[in-house]
Nanobody
Framework: QVQLDESGGGGVQAGGSLRLSCAAS????????IYWFCQTPEKERKFVAS????????NYADSVKGRFTISRDDASNTVYLQMNDLKPEDAAVYYC??????????????????WGKGTPVTVSE
């Protein structure tokens, strides 16, 4: 069992930045491919970004390419999502997830093995 804890969410004005963190409860993060999803009320969780084990590959949703960067520090058991130039449409609850499989392109939320509880991001005009 892997427990994931997100942090770093909050409120920001459009054009601002946030850095989300996803920390694992034990030193096991290096075993998994890590994903970020976001969800707004009454909508399905949507793929945002992913990073392969050892950080050898990354993928991004088209809507965040060039603005968001995913990275991992296995020594500290943490994955980050740097979010720049935030837009009101980025507002959502952001979840990190872990999977033993790596999906190129948009990853299916239903295929994740573990989920965090989410951290909210709000973006004002």
């Amino acid at each position: 069992q892997v427990q994931l804890d997100e942090s770093g969410g909050g409120g920001v004005q459009a054009g601002g930045s946030l850095r989300l963190s996803c920390a694992a409860s034990e030193h096991t993060l290096y075993n998994y491919n890590i994903y970020w999803f976001c969800q707004t009320p009454e909508k399905e969780r949507k793929f945002v970004a992913s990073i392969k084990r050892k950080g050898t590959d990354t993928n991004y949703a088209d809507s965040v390419k060039g603005r968001f960067t995913i990275s991992r520090d296995d020594a500290s058991n943490t994955v980050y999502l740097q979010m720049n130039d935030l837009k009101p449409e980025d507002a959502a609850v952001y979840y990190c997830a872990a999977s033993s499989l790596f999906y190129f392109g948009r990853a299916p939320a239903g295929a994740m093995n573990y989920w965090g509880k989410g951290t909210p991001v709000t973006v004002s005009e």
